[in-house]
């Protein structure tokens, strides 16, 4: 219970910190831009990176590659569901304007649902948290290399 309370505590803060960056820039406006939606992968990989460092620390004996990728895809997974369904309430329900302008602004006349735009933001979340996850075991992960002494 205590790994999975680590992971829950960790995903619920870079959903936080993902939400509000969204908030930030829907201030300016800036959110119907996709563009911005790529600092999304360092605020993922933040959260991953804090993740596995310390469950890492908690066990340093019996850490390993495993268990360090389960910690970091679990919990990037749990920010990802919960930012999609804030993403799915803020585009259905407080801004019915925010849809159309995204698509505006990618050039598309189109006519696209909230439930697919979601489903793409999770996936896009779901690959951005394999890839930093992939990224933070290499810096984690117990070399089995030998070294010589020269």
């Known amino acids: ?23 930030v820039l829907g201030l300016f406006n800036l959110h119907i831009n996709p563009l911005y939606s790529l600092f999304n992968f360092v605020i993922i990989g933040l959260g991953v990176y804090e993740v596995v460092r310390l469950r890492k620390l908690q066990d340093i004996e019996t850490f390993s590659y495993s268990e360090g990728f389960k910690t970091g895809l679990f919990t990037g997974s749990f ?11 803020y585009s259905t329900e407080i801004n019915l304007e925010y849809l ?10 189109f006519n696209i649902n909230a439930g697919l735009i979601t489903f793409i933001v999770a996936v896009m979340g779901f690959t951005t948290t394999l890839i930093s996850t992939l990224v933070v075991m290499q810096r984690f992960k117990i070399s089995q290399n030998i070294s010589e002494n020269r």
């Open 1 to 23: 219970m205590k790994k999975i309370a680590l992971s829950l505590r960790f995903g619920l803060a870079t959903s936080a910190i993902l939400i509000a960056y969204f908030l």
């Open 79 to 89: 920010a990802t569901v919960v930012f999609s369904v804030f993403f799915l309430i």
């Open 100 to 109: 159309p302008k995204l698509v505006n602004s990618m050039n598309g006349n």
